[in-house]
């Protein structure tokens, strides 16, 4: 059974930073893009970064390009997004994704909000 974990969201004020972690199980872990999206509220989900494998570049929104980073630990089963120079919309429920052909996992959500 595939399971993706979140951790790391919370309270930050503007212009803080946060890691978010999210750990993989169930799956060949290496094979599979790796996804954060996110949520909020009254909005529609927004693709924020992928990271394909280990060796290529990521992708991400235009958004947070530049704040951002997202980053994988084959070994770990765990891929990363660090979220820099925070900003109030930024506010969101945050999701791993893990994708590989027609086989596509969505971890629960962590909450990340962004206010002084």
């Known amino acids: 059974q595939v399971q993706l974990v979140e951790s790391g969201g919370g309270l930050v004020q503007p212009g803080g930073s946060l890691r978010l972690s999210c750990a993989a199980s169930?799956?060949?872990?290496?094979?599979?893009?790796m996804s954060w999206y996110r949520q909020a509220p009254g909005k529609e989900r927004e693709l924020v970064a992928t990271v394909f494998d280990a060796e290529s570049t990521p992708s991400y929104a235009d958004s947070v390009k530049g704040r951002f980073i997202i980053s994988r630990d084959n070994a770990k089963t765990t891929v990363y997004l660090q979220m820099n120079s925070l900003k109030p919309e930024d506010t969101a429920v945050y999701y791993c994704n893990a994708r590989f052909l027609s086989s596509d996992h969505w971890g629960q959500g962590i909450q990340v909000t962004v206010s002084s």
């Open positions: 169930g799956l060949m872990f290496s094979y599979y893009h």
